[in-house]
Structures are given as C-alpha cells and as structure tokens.
C-alpha cells in the first residue's frame, strides 16, 4: 500500500511561483509583504520567490511605494513581455485579429479585408492579419475562431464546406497552420469561442451548465457542462443548424450541407422571409427584425402583424431549443447573434414564452452582455490561459 508522495522543493516552488503570479495578474503591483500575505509566504521565503521571478524575465521592478515616515517598498508587477499571444476570427468577408500581452493587455488590432475567393493562400491571409497587429514579440500562441469545428480524429476541419471556408479543408490543418504563422495553433469553433467569452466575462458567469444558442445568418450552438465545454466525438457538438427540426427538410431531401434543419427554419434568410410575408420591411434579417420590433411598440393592423411576425421568429428559435433543452437540461440558456440581440428583451421575452409553453423544463433565458467581438474575446482568453500555463510553469527547477 502506498502513502501521498511528499511534494519535493522544486514542486512547491512552483506551487507558490504560480500563486505569486496570479496574485500580481489579479490585484495589479504589489509590494513583496502584500505577496507573502496574499500567498502565505514568509518574508524570506517571498524574496526568494521574487527574486527567482525577476531572473525568469516573468516580473519586474513598478517603483517604490511609500509607508509609514521613513519606509518604503519596491513594488512588482508582471512584465507584458514574457509574452504575446494572438486571435484571429475568420469569416468569408474579412480576419480580425487581435494581439495581447502576458496580462491580457491588447497592443494591437487589425482588420485584413477578404472576399469569398480571396487572394493568397491562406496561410498568407492570417499572416498578413497577425502582421497588421503588429505584435511586439513572438507569439506564444495563435487561437483562431471559424466556422466548422476540427475533428480530433481526422485532424481537419469539419461541417463546412469549401465554398464557406476556401483552403481550410486541408489534411493536417493545425501543424500547416502553425508552421507558416510561427507559433503553437488552435482551431476553434467560432461559437465556442463566444461561450467560452460570456462565461468568463458575461451573463453566463459562474453557470457551469449553460448553452448559447447564436442566431444569426447561420444557427450555431455552444454546450457547458460541469462547466467545461462540450465538444463531442468528432467535434460537432452543438452543430444545431443541421438537426431536423419540424417545418423544415432534412439532410435526406436537401442534401448533407445543404440548407436543411434548424438552419433552414431559424436561419437569417428564412426570419428575413417570414417577416416579410407579415408585411415587415428591410434589406436584410437585421433590419427587418429591427424594424418589426419598432412596429411592435405601436398600435393598429400593422403593429398586431408585426408582433405576429416577431412570435412566429420566436416559435421558430423555440422549437429547436425545446429539443435541446430536453436533452441537455440547462440552468441557463444565453442567446446571441444578429436575431436576438437585434429583437432584444421583446424577442428575448418571446422566445422565453414559447420555450415555456413547449417543454416542462423551465430554464432561465438570457440575452448576451457581451460588448465587442465576442469570438476575438474568446480566442484570446484560450491562448492567454494556455500561454499562461507555459510560461508561469517556465521557473521550475530541478530539486
């Protein structure tokens, strides 16, 4: 029978260098009492600790901070340059990149111009929207946002097709990816990504079992349970837009990656075309949703046939929550994409009152209450916890 192996000196160096440093990520500069007091370390014991810190390149001096009359003490922060990590989310019409520091700090954005036949490979591509960022450093690492979802067991992106995704669909994708953009890689699903920012940052923080459910052009979903992202067997979880949904043709009519499912029922063009036969107007789902739920707030023939409009939009996202939800059981449902957060709380209360009418689970509903790029928030909260768990592990030593 064997007893707990006793932690050996270069371990529980390491187990306070990380404490210290997420100290220092959490709080901002501290002094060296405030880090022993925060990590529970003895005077000694924390000089050493910072001392090791500083030589490892992984903090540095902030200036002096006065005390009571006649003492002071030198305060330490992170340094920015231990290292930098990139994002990138790509759609068919542009990459938007963005690049931060160790702490999280952006240093830099760009936004690379794409057609759906763009010039250049694409490796090409997200260089050039890496090096529009213009990154001080090497990067630690690249985390990239698409539609599709890699499949561990093939290593290639799946459920897109070439016209959606021109050169991804390729044999060895991430190793390719990572060789020509100098820099450890991960492909992502764009809509995990998302998640993966409204659970860090969002309504869905502290929920350990939620799904987002993106409408938008396409239909897309992210699965959190034990609050982890669920992925599935071949990386397609949550790929909602495919799921037979009553109304709507199936893959057996319409083809494999055709419009078919969920999407073809709730997709942009479908909410754009059902809005339009209530006599809704607008060149686009967007506004044609803006414009109906502005309509909505009036009275008289048109406001009544807008609101049947936007409950029909509503029925519609339900129906395939509905399966969903008897499935999954989640605490919460978050909803995002250019549908509802153009509808808003009035759509959001609708999709609400139909998911309640369908199922006996009653979930919460909720808007997202993300600002900004929600997928480049995301991709860089992954590569910034990976990096971070590279670097801040870079100081152990042997006993």
């Known amino acids: 029978m064997s007893g707990p192996v006793p932690g050996t000196p270069s371990l529980l160096r390491a187990i306070n260098d990380r404490a210290a440093l997420q100290a220092l990520l959490e709080r901002g500069p501290l002094t060296r009492p405030e880090i022993g007091t925060l990590t529970g370390l003895s005077k000694p014991t924390a000089s050493q600790l ?9 903090v540095v001096l902030d200036g002096i901070r006065e005390g009571l009359p006649g003492r002071t003490a030198e305060v330490y922060r992170i340094n920015p340059a231990a290292a930098y990590v990139g994002a990138l989310d790509v759609t068919p019409d542009r990459i938007q990149a963005r690049v931060a520091d160790i702490t999280g700090a952006v240093v830099g954005e760009y936004t690379l111009a794409t057609t759906r036949r763009p010039a250049g490979t694409l490796v090409e591509r997200l260089r050039a929207a890496l090096d529009g960022a213009n990154a001080p450093g090497r990067l630690r690492r690249v985390v990239i946002g698409v539609q599709g979802a890699m499949d561990p ?12 995704v021109p050169g991804w669909l390729i044999p060895d994708l991430v190793p390719t990816l990572a060789e020509g953009l100098d820099a450890p890689v991960d492909v992502e699903n764009n809509v995990n990504l998302v998640a993966l920012a409204e659970q860090a940052h969002g309504v869905a923080r502290g929920h350990g079992d939620f799904v987002l459910l993106w ?11 034990g609050g982890r992202m669920h992925r599935g067997a071949t990386g397609g979880a949550g790929e909602v837009g495919y799921m037979p949904t009553p109304g709507a043709p199936t893959a057996r009519e319409a083809g494999r990656y055709a419009n078919h499912g969920y999407q073809a029922l709730s997709g942009g063009p479908a909410v754009h075309t059902l809005l339009q036969s209530y006599g809704v107007r607008g060149s686009d789902f967007r506004q044609a949703i803006a414009n109906a739920t502005r309509a909505a707030q009036g009275s008289g023939q048109r406001a009544d046939d807008a609101r049947a409009g936007l409950r029909d939009v509503a029925a519609r996202l339900a129906v395939g929550l509905a399966s969903i939800t008897s499935v999954i059981d989640p605490a919460l449902i978050v909803l995002t994409g250019g549908t509802v957060l153009t509808g808003g709380e009035t759509l959001r209360e609708l999709v609400e009152h139909e998911l309640h009418a369908l199922t006996t689970l009653r979930p919460q509903v909720r808007l997202s209450t993300m600002e900004g790029n929600p997928v480049l928030a ?21 006993p």
Request: proline share 0%; glycine share 12%.
């Open 50 to 58: 910072l001392s090791r810190l500083q030589d490892a390149g992984l």
């Open 153 to 164: 067991t093939t290593g290639r992106l799946g459920f897109a097709t070439a016209k959606d």
């Open 215 to 225: 409408a938008d052009e396409g239909i897309g979903m992210a699965i959190v349970l």
């Open 378 to 398: 995301g991709a860089l909260d992954l590569a910034l916890d990976t990096a971070r768990d590279e670097v801040f592990s870079s100081t152990v030593s042997t």
